[in-house]
């Protein structure tokens, strides 16, 4: 295949590249192969010109950069990362057209958002893969990519492996980094759903504005055909005063064209009656608190505008549980034990009220913040945690490269009342189960369903899940050498 056979944009700027044979695209170096004509994504200088030298070393065609730099075989681009995106949808076939492709994007609910629909699509008789925090899911095959949305070259090989097993629908979270970075680039969604925009990745962003920003492009004729907004979060009703795509509106708080009332919220779940555009019925589900019957009315949202009825949503409903690491509970002596992913101010305080206006005793709470990331977020948090929580742990989470005592001084900052500092994530959740009694719920917040946690550079196998489990079956072993002791076999 030549290059011009996939590259048709005017932005590359050496069009005799053109006639070039390739055999594939690649963006990292060290997976280059023989005839692959490789994409310089870096903006350094002095990283692009080892990883190109490198490629080149490795058997590429030729590279192609938007950084000039003193190689044979360099083809210039005005966007790399744009020529990268349409190279790839092309060499692929441009997979993604030939499925309908749902994309979530949100500080908080992708997640769940994301397996609502794809639940509620399987169970009306679809062949449906998933993308996001849980990996690319599909053909009962997962397959674990380090970041939420992946870059454009896997999302197209996926995809291409997807209308091939006969997929019919694409349910993805969209991160804000996969906006601002294209990796989206060349996928034209069916529907955009908007769950809500609250501090997170400032780190990266610099400012809230530019963070909604990044998140709100998508919902533009570019990007997508249609679009489910939250009409409760603020950037979203800005966003419906201007927004240009067929839209549907969902919320609790503020007029909507999707909405629920009389709600019910217990341990086990939820139960309300919803308005779809003025199709009425009662929900049940096993997902618990307000901001889940928030994220249930954003699926509903999407499966309307894709042709799914309320009754066979509502039917799906019922048999769907939460997602690994989304308020799930683990009963234990008469306590309830939350492990959610909640690791933002809003994902916090949503997570901690709704277990507060649920608890039949006291509230605890154990959490940390991770390292190398916004650091404006932990006061905050650490403000939220003791304004619900009776008894709060701050523990790690992640530190990276930070000391983790700094992490916890940054959290302290925001917090008055008197509370408990275990850096041992393992001891300091034995601790707060420990000091609760029948009743109370124990909120372990930060790290939901991961199975590692980063310390320095790299990945120590950890998992919150483990640690319950594992106090909860030694707890039942002990126990029953008590009983034989006493009553034998």
Avoid: W
Avoid at 112 to 138: W, Y
Avoid at 343 to 371: Q, R, S
Avoid at 418 to 444: C, N, P, T, W, Y
């Amino acid at each position: 295949m030549k290059f011009g056979e996939i590259c048709e944009n005017n932005k590359i700027l050496n069009r005799d590249f053109l006639d070039k044979e390739i055999l594939g695209v690649c963006q990292n170096d060290r997976e280059v192969k023989s005839g692959d004509v490789y994409f310089n994504l870096s903006k350094n200088y002095e990283n692009g010109l080892l990883n190109s030298k490198n490629a080149l070393k490795n058997g590429a065609s030729f590279v192609v950069s938007q950084v000039k730099l003193p190689i044979e075989n360099l083809c210039l681009a005005d966007d790399v990362r744009e020529t990268f995106g349409e190279c790839c949808c092309n060499f692929y076939g441009n997979p993604s057209k030939m499925m309908k492709v749902i994309g979530i994007t949100g500080t908080n609910g992708k997640t769940t958002t994301t397996h609502i629909i794809s639940e509620i699509l399987r169970h009306s008789g679809n062949k449906v893969a998933t993308i996001g925090t849980m990996g690319v899911d599909f053909d009962g095959n997962n397959e674990d990519y380090s970041m939420t949305t992946p870059d454009v070259d896997i999302l197209q090989k996926e995809f291409a492996k997807m209308v091939k097993s006969g997929v019919q629908y694409v349910v993805m979270e969209v991160s804000a980094h996969a906006i601002e970075q294209k990796r989206i680039y060349g996928i034209n969604f069916d529907v955009a759903v908007l769950t809500n925009i609250t501090q997170d990745h400032l780190d990266y962003f610099g400012t809230m504005d530019n963070y909604a920003e990044c998140k709100i492009s998508l919902f533009s004729p570019k990007y997508s055909k249609s679009a489910v907004v939250c009409a409760d979060d603020d950037y979203g009703i800005k966003l419906l005063e201007k927004i240009q795509i067929p839209t549907i509106s969902y919320g609790l708080n503020n007029p909507a064209d999707v909405f629920a009332v009389n709600m019910q919220e217990g341990i086990s779940g939820s139960k309300f009656c919803c308005n779809v555009l003025d199709d009425v019925c009662d929900i049940k589900t096993n997902l618990v608190g307000e901001y889940n019957i928030q994220n249930v009315l954003g699926a509903l949202s999407a499966c309307s505008l894709l042709g799914i009825s309320l009754e066979d949503a509502k039917n799906a409903l019922e048999y769907i549980s939460p997602v690994e690491g989304r308020f799930n509970v683990v009963k234990y002596k008469g306590k309830n034990i939350v492990i959610d992913f909640a690791h933002t101010p809003d994902g916090l305080e949503k997570v901690l009220k709704t277990a507060k206006d649920i608890c039949e005793g006291k509230l605890f709470c154990v959490f940390g913040c991770g390292g190398n990331r916004d650091v404006d977020k932990r006061h905050k948090m650490g403000k939220i945690a003791e304004k619900y929580a009776d008894t709060v742990c701050l523990t790690n989470d992640n530190p990276r490269f930070e000391e983790p005592a700094k992490i916890v001084s940054d959290i302290e900052k925001g917090m008055k009342k008197s509370h408990f500092v275990e850096l041992d994530r393992k001891l300091a959740i034995e601790k707060m189960i420990g000091l609760s009694k029948e009743g109370d719920i124990v909120v372990i917040a930060g790290k939901g369903g991961e199975k590692y946690q980063i310390i320095g550079d790299k990945k120590i196998d950890y998992n919150d899940f483990d640690v319950v489990y594992n106090l909860v079956n030694n707890e039942t072993k002990k126990n029953m050498v008590k009983f034989k002791e006493n009553y034998g076999d």
